[in-house]
């Protein structure tokens, strides 16, 4: 005859079916929280990070609360190119961020004149003239500026309406250098109707 305090005995318990069944269940979320830190923490730091257009300095390229990624990565690997739009560090207060295109490079002058920019370098002594398709209305400034080791000249499309290099690169105030640049528009997100890749880019022949 088959003992039933054997059999009884054997048989698991519902409550600690359930608690192991509980702490498995835990377990595996605990894993997946510690991989996906793993995973998006350094993108977050090193790759990539989000970042919202505030104003119309951007105007017509970029309007005001659209949701951009920022690529971090193509310039801790290589070197801003002219004509990108990136994202940096304010030089005057380095808690805001601003949103600019990339004018002049290092060692370079910039001349405006009745909003037409011309560029003198090493390579181009004579100088060339930027082709600008992102800008949509005429602006009136004139005026030399000159960038050092390092040193890059911004503005924003919006010419008439942008806090930019033309502002900064005056006498004694502080220029835009590589270690305040956080990264370039890489994606425009939202809103939806205007998902981009590499949003507002315009390369530059020169």
Do not use: C
């Amino acid at each position: 005859m088959e003992n039933i305090n054997t059999k009884i005995g054997n048989e698991k318990s519902p409550v600690k079916s359930k608690f192991k069944e509980g702490l498995e269940n835990f377990w595996e979320l605990v894993k997946f929280a510690i991989v996906a830190l793993i995973i998006v923490i350094p993108i977050r730091m090193f790759v990539a990070q989000p970042f919202l257009v505030s104003g119309d300095s951007m105007f017509p390229t970029f309007h005001n609360g659209e949701y951009l990624i920022v690529d971090e990565l193509s310039y801790i690997i290589g070197s801003p190119h002219r004509g990108d739009v990136i994202v940096f560090r304010y030089p005057g207060d380095t808690k805001r961020f601003f949103i600019k295109r990339i004018i002049g490079l290092p060692n370079e002058e910039v001349s405006i004149k009745d909003g037409i920019v011309t560029i003198i370098n090493k390579e181009n002594p004579k100088g060339f003239t930027l082709v600008e398709p992102y800008i949509d209305e005429k602006f009136n400034t004139t005026d030399n500026y000159k960038t050092g080791d390092g040193e890059y000249f911004v503005m924003g499309d919006n010419r008439n309406r942008s806090s930019d290099s033309r502002v900064w690169a005056e006498p004694n105030t502080t220029k835009l250098t590589n270690k305040l640049i956080i990264g370039r528009a890489y994606l425009r997100l939202l809103p939806l109707q205007n998902i981009s890749y590499l949003p507002g880019y315009f390369k530059e022949n020169k």
